[in-house]
C-alpha cells in the first residue's frame, strides 16, 4: 500500500489506519431515493441489564437507526445521537427491534427510531419514549421458551452454506511459515474443513489478476497472457470441493494507469487500467481459459468486478471510473457466455449500491447479483432497493460480513464474536441468498502476517487450525435440520437478548439453538447481568434422549484456555497439543424433567453464551 502523497511504499498497517475511512467520490444523484415516514409503534422494555425497543416497519426500508439521549432529573440533555454498539462500520439495523445494553443500568433514556431507505440517507425520527434498564438483583431473569416437535413448520435457510471470504489465493501455493506453520498448507487444510464441517459451497477472495501469479505483462508493447497460476490456486481450491467465486481484480502493473497506487502489504495495484480495451481483452481471455480448463461448471461460479471502491484505499480513480470499468468488465464476461453471472458493487459498507443500479439500469449492463459488504452489525435488507430501481430478480450476496471491519481486533478472538455470527445468520436467513463470513484462516497477511496466534486476526481458524469461537458457531448452524420450527418466547430477554433457533431434521430429532447476545461490543468478556436462566419445554419429546453442547467463555473458547496454558505469542511444543482440547464442542446427555408430552431442559446461559439442544427423534 502507499501513501497518497508520494506514492512510494509506507507501513502498511499504518497507512490504512489513515486512510481507511477516506470514500473515494461520492459525487452524483440520490437515484430517486425516498423520503421515508418515521417509524410507527415505537415501544420499549425494561429489562435487566438492557432496553429491548421495537416498532413497527416502514415500507421502503433497508434498515433503522436507533437514536438515544441521557435524562437528567427528567429532562433530555443533549440531542439525539446514534446509539454506538462498537461495531466500526454501519451502525444501522435491519430488524424491527434492537437490544440496548450501552447505557448506564438504572439511568433513564429518551429513544427515538428512523427509516433508513439508503446506506448514507437517514429519514426524520419516531416520536420519542424514555425508558431504563432495570438494574441487578442477584437472581437471574429466566426465559421460558417452548417448542412442538410435531409442528409443520417452514424450510430452513442457511445462508452461511454458500460462501465464505478468504486470503488472496495465491497463498494457497506459499512454502513461508508463521508461527512455525507453513502457510499454503493451512490454509487449504483451513478451506477443505471448512467445506467438510459446515457444507460451504465457494470461495471468496481478492486480487486474482495481481502479479504473484503472473497473468499479465508485456513484452515490446504487447500483451502476453498466462493462466497457469490461476490454474494452479483454482486446481487445488477444486480439489476441496469448493468453487471460487471470481473477484475481477486488481489491476496488472503492466495494465495499470498508475501502478505505483497500491494497497495491502503485497501490494495489489487499485488504479484504472491505461488501456480500457485491454482490459476487456484480459477479462475476456481469463473467462474463455476457465470455461474450456473446468467446463460448464464456471456457468454457475459468480464473477464480481474489484473490491470496494468506493474506499479511496481500493480505487485511485473516479466513482464515474469505476462504472466505466463495471461496464467494460460485465459485457466482457457476458461476451464468453451470457449465462455465466456477474455482478457488484463489492462495496463496503452497503455503499454504491443505488449508484450501480442507477446506472446499469441506464447503461445497459448486466447486474444478475448485487454484492456489498458490512461489519458489526447484521447485514442490511436490500430487498427494497432492487425493487426500487428495477432489479427485483437480482441475487443479493453479501461477500463480505464480520463482527468488526478492524484487522487485530481482540473481538475477534473470542465468545462474544460467535454469538454475533448466530444472530447476523438468523437476522439475515431468508432475505439473503449469502452472508459471507470474512475469513476463514489466520493465515491472512493483507496488513502483515500475524504476529501471534491470538492477535485478533480475522480467522475463523487460528493459524495452526484451532477453531475460534466463530467456527464453532458455524457448526453449530451446520447441525440444524432441514425445517425451522416455531418457537414460543417468554421473559425478561425474549426475543432479543436470548435468540432462538429451532429445527427438526429429516430422522425426526430436533436441533434447537439458544443464544445470548448483545452488539454492544463493550460486554464482548462478558455481563453477568445479562445472563439467564433458561427453560425449553419441547412438547412431544417426553422421554426421548437429549443432548447439550455449549459454547462460551469456559466451553470451546480458544482465549479462555490460552490464557491458562500462559500462551502469550506463540504456543510451543506440547501447547499446540493442549490447544486441541477446545477444537471440538464436547456434546453431553442431560436429564430432563417431563410435564405431560413435554421434555423439559432448563440451564444457565451466560452472556456471551450459545447452547445446542439436540432432542433424539422418536
Not at 461495531?87 to 437490544?99: N, Q
Amino acid at each position: 500500500m502507499t501513501s497518497t502523497s508520494d506514492h512510494q511504499p509506507a507501513d502498511a498497517r499504518s497507512d490504512w489506519e489513515a486512510r481507511i475511512a477516506l470514500r473515494s467520490d461520492e459525487t452524483g444523484t440520490t437515484y430517486g431515493t425516498p423520503v421515508l415516514s418515521p417509524p410507527d409503534g415505537l415501544a420499549a422494555h425494561a429489562g435487566v441489564g438492557h432496553v429491548r425497543l421495537s416498532w413497527s416497519p416502514v415500507p421502503g426500508a433497508v434498515g433503522y437507526l436507533v437514536h438515544r439521549a441521557a435524562v437528567r432529573d427528567g429532562v433530555v440533555v443533549g440531542e439525539l445521537t446514534p446509539v454506538d454498539h462498537l461495531g466500526g462500520d454501519v451502525l444501522s439495523v435491519p430488524d424491527t427491534w434492537y437490544v440496548d445494553t450501552t447505557g448506564e443500568p438504572g439511568q433513564p433514556y429518551t429513544y427515538a427510531v428512523a427509516a433508513v431507505p439508503e446506506v448514507t440517507v437517514t429519514g426524520p425520527l419516531s416520536a420519542p419514549l424514555t425508558c431504563a434498564s432495570l438494574p441487578a438483583t442477584g437472581v437471574t431473569p429466566t426465559v421460558e421458551l417452548a417448542v412442538d416437535a410435531a409442528a409443520t413448520g417452514m424450510p430452513l435457510a442457511r445462508p452461511w452454506q454458500p460462501m465464505i471470504g478468504s486470503e488472496r489465493l495465491s497463498q494457497l501455493l506459499c512454502a513461508d511459515t508463521s508461527g512455525g506453520r507453513e502457510i499454503g498448507v493451512e490454509l487449504l487444510a483451513a478451506l477443505r474443513r471448512i467445506r467438510e464441517e459446515v457444507g460451504v459451497e465457494t470461495v471468496r477472495a481478492h486480487s486474482i489478476l495481481h502479479d504473484d501469479l503472473g497473468v499479465y505483462r508485456e513484452v515490446d508493447g504487447e500483451p502476453v497472457l498466462d493462466f497457469t497460476g490461476i490454474d494452479r490456486v483454482y486446481d487445488l481450491l477444486l480439489s476441496t470441493g469448493l468453487r471460487p467465486v471470481v473477484e475481477i481484480g486488481f489491476m496488472p502493473r503492466d495494465l495499470a494507469s498508475d501502478p505505483e497506487r497500491t494497497v495491502f502489504q503485497y501490494r495489489g495495484v487499485i488504479s484504472p487500467p491505461k488501456d480500457w480495451d485491454r482490459w476487456a481483452e484480459l477479462v475476456r481471455a481469463l473467462v474463455a481459459h476457465l470455461l474450456d480448463r473446468y467446463g460448464e461448471e464456471v456457468l454457475g461460479w459468480d464473477f464480481e468486478v474489484w473490491n470496494e471502491a468506493n474506499l479511496e484505499v481500493f480505487w485511485s480513480g473516479t466513482r464515474d471510473e469505476w462504472m466505466r470499468l463495471y461496464d467494460v468488465t460485465a459485457r466482457a464476461v457476458k461476451d464468453v457466455d451470457p449465462r455465466i453471472p456477474v455482478g457488484g458493487p463489492s462495496s463496503a459498507a452497503a455503499g454504491w449500491v443505488d449508484a450501480l443500479l442507477d446506472h446499469a439500469r441506464r447503461s445497459g449492463a448486466p447486474v444478475d447479483f448485487v454484492s456489498t459488504h458490512t461489519y458489526g452489525s447484521p447485514p442490511l435488507d436490500l430487498r427494497p432497493t432492487l425493487a426500487r430501481l428495477g432489479f427485483p430478480d437480482a441475487r443479493i450476496l453479501w461477500t463480505e460480513w464480520g463482527v468488526t471491519p478492524t484487522h487485530f481486533h481482540p473481538v475477534n478472538d473470542g465468545t462474544s464474536a460467535a454469538t454475533f455470527l448466530l444472530s447476523g445468520m438468523r437476522s439475515a436467513a431468508g432475505r439473503v441468498d449469502a452472508l459471507s463470513y470474512w475469513v476463514a484462516s489466520d493465515h491472512f497477511e493483507e496488513l502483515g502476517r500475524p504476529p501471534r496466534l491470538l492477535h485478533g486476526g480475522f480467522g475463523l481458524l487460528t493459524v495452526g487450525g484451532i477453531a475460534k469461537p466463530r467456527y464453532h458457531a458455524l457448526r453449530m448452524l451446520s447441525q440444524l435440520g432441514e425445517t425451522e420450527l416455531p418457537v414460543r418466547a417468554a421473559g425478561d430477554g425474549a426475543t432479543g437478548l436470548v435468540q432462538t433457533w429451532a429445527s427438526r431434521r429429516s430422522d425426526g430429532s430436533l436441533a434447537i439453538l439458544v443464544w445470548a447476545h448483545t452488539l454492544d461490543q463493550s460486554k464482548r468478556d462478558g455481563d453477568s447481568s445479562l445472563a439467564r436462566r433458561v427453560r425449553l419445554a419441547v412438547d412431544g419429546a417426553a422421554g426421548r434422549t437429549v443432548t447439550v453442547t455449549r459454547l462460551d467463555r469456559e466451553h470451546g473458547d480458544v482465549t479462555t484456555l490460552a490464557g491458562r496454558l500462559g500462551i502469550t505469542e506463540w504456543p510451543a511444543g506440547e501447547q499446540w497439543d493442549a490447544l486441541r482440547a477446545v477444537d471440538a464442542l464436547a456434546a453431553e446427555k442431560i436429564e430432563t424433567a417431563t410435564e405431560g408430552r413435554a421434555a423439559v431442559v432448563e440451564l444457565h446461559l451466560p452472556q456471551p453464551g450459545a447452547v445446542l439442544i439436540e432432542v433424539a427423534g422418536s
